[in-house]
């Protein structure tokens, strides 16, 4: 069997869109530039869609679930399985891949495979616990021992799968396994800046074996093509990741289906007097500029006590200026590169304007003619950031950070639940009695005690609330509970 993506990767740098296991040119003739963020260059270009594709693909889609939904769970595990090596085994033309189109470092680019590889041979692993119940009347008032009710979760149809640019490899993968394993079939459609990496993770199941229709892709603009797909009546289910504002509009178009939206952040590291600085300074930072800030669960906030703020900024600092190099993503010595796009340099440069003409103070972050692409922008750190001014409140998903002093663990949680998001926040303190005084009371998803935020382990539970999130809890055993429902058959006895 043909397991070595080599060969997937196009003499004239153009992809295709895949649907009934063949990569297929849209009728439109209409092809995107995809850019790298790195020089500009050409990484490729994906097909423009048409909306009677895109309906035509759904169709196939419904097709296609049929089939997979009556295969034996072994035989879908072995299956996904045998994608997640097969992924492995690729993890150089991947990781490469990931550097050029979405700027990611080497390291982070890599781990970034070999992480998807293992996730996806877990949820193979874990849909084999799908659990199902057998219940009886007979604990029931009034009815005896008359019914036995077999509660099985099958697959909801057709599942549409979103993914952001930031991570089209690591997102994209646990929404297909986890509706896949389920025995749903899946549409994918990954953010036009970083499908081309979404694309070669989905040859990777296409090699393992997924019948045709099973999983097929769509590219194009959503502008064109997004009404109708989020609005097709095959579509059972979407999961999606992105910004509140897309969600928004998503939910004005879909059907009455389940909807699992992991949503924007504005992460509050809460940093008290007692804490281990030695400890948090290293979390903070890389929870705050790794890949740029460019994540969901990217530390947006510091609130450091006012006792120690002055020794914390300046450690900081230090810290940031000596292990965060900006350069070219591929080269190995670069732990920095640059940002996605020019509306994350312009939002970035609003907020920060704003803050130092609000009095406000530059700590990290002088620009320098070093490169000419802005993209590449450089770490930056805000200190004496005060509620009035922008950076305090809005997302910028870029490498900026304000660090805002607080008096009290009281005046710490109440500038946290002020945030219009809830997706994580994280707590430093040695006592053991304060981190769970304010994780009680943080009105956020996950709260990590000493420790920056994160998504993994991909098996824990990952939610938002208020703007961070709609829906059903995700993580490995949870999200595949979403892609099913429950479907009961009672037997009536008659004793």
């Not at 680019?109 to 119940?133: M, P």
């Not at 440069?349 to 700590?363: I, M």
């Not at 005690?449 to 993580?475: E, M, Y």
């Amino acid at each position: 069997m043909q397991d070595s993506l080599q060969q997937f990767v196009p003499d004239d740098q153009v992809y295709k869109y895949l649907v009934n296991n063949v990569w297929t040119s849209s009728t439109s003739n209409q092809l995107i530039d995809v850019l790298s963020p790195i020089d500009h260059s050409l990484v490729g270009k994906v097909q423009a869609m048409t909306k009677q594709e895109v309906a035509d693909l759904v169709q196939n889609s419904q097709q296609g679930f049929f089939v997979w939904s009556n295969m034996t769970m072994d035989k879908r595990s072995e299956i996904l399985t045998l994608s997640s090596q097969i992924l492995e085994k690729n993890i150089d033309i991947l990781t490469h891949m990931l550097c050029w189109e979405i700027g990611k470092t080497y390291e982070d680019s890599r781990d970034e495979v070999l992480r998807t590889a293992k996730l996806i041979q877990f949820y193979a692993e874990e849909g084999r616990r799908i659990r199902n119940e057998s219940l009886y009347s007979e604990v029931f008032p009034g009815f005896g021992d008359t019914k036995i009710a077999v509660t099985k979760r099958v697959p909801l149809g057709v599942v549409l799968a979103i993914s952001p640019f930031n991570y089209p490899v690591n997102e994209g993968a646990p929404k297909l396994v986890g509706a896949l394993i389920a025995g749903n079939s899946v549409i994918f459609k990954p953010s036009l800046q970083g499908a081309i990496s979404a694309l070669y993770m989905t040859e990777c199941f296409r090699l393992a074996g997924l019948p045709a229709g099973v999983l097929n892709v769509v590219t194009g603009r959503s502008s064109e093509i997004g009404d109708e797909l989020v609005s097709n009546s095959h579509i059972k289910a979407i999961n999606f990741t992105g910004s509140t504002q897309t969600a928004d509009r998503i939910r004005a178009k879909m059907g009455i289906i389940p909807f699992i939206a992991g949503l924007s952040g504005k992460d509050a590291s809460i940093i008290l007097d007692d804490a281990n600085i030695d400890l948090a300074i290293p979390e903070v930072a890389k929870g705050a500029f790794s890949y740029s800030g460019q994540r969901c669960t990217a530390i947006k906030r510091v609130l450091v006590h006012e006792k120690i703020a002055d020794s914390f900024v300046e450690k900081l600092k230090e810290y940031v200026s000596k292990h965060f190099v900006l350069g070219d993503p591929r080269e190995r010595q670069t732990t920095q590169g640059p940002v996605i796009s020019m509306d994350t340099v312009n939002l970035v440069d609003a907020l920060r304007e704003d803050a130092l003409a609000k009095g406000a103070d530059l700590v990290l972050g002088e620009k320098n003619d070093t490169f000419t692409n802005r993209l590449y922008y450089p770490c930056t750190i805000i200190d004496h950031v005060t509620e009035d001014m922008r950076l305090a409140w809005e997302e910028p998903f870029g490498p900026i950070l304000p660090i805002i002093r607080i008096k009290s663990i009281d005046e710490a949680i109440s500038i946290a639940n002020k945030s219009d998001f809830g997706l994580q926040s994280s707590v430093f303190t040695r006592s053991l009695d304060s981190a769970f005084y304010i994780a009680k009371r943080l009105d956020v998803g996950t709260v990590q005690i000493n420790g920056k935020d994160a998504r993994g382990p991909d098996h824990f539970p990952f939610l938002g609330v208020k703007q961070s999130g709609i829906g059903q809890v995700q993580g490995a055993a949870y999200l595949i509970e979403a892609m099913t429902r429950i479907k009961t058959i009672v037997i009536n006895t008659n004793e």
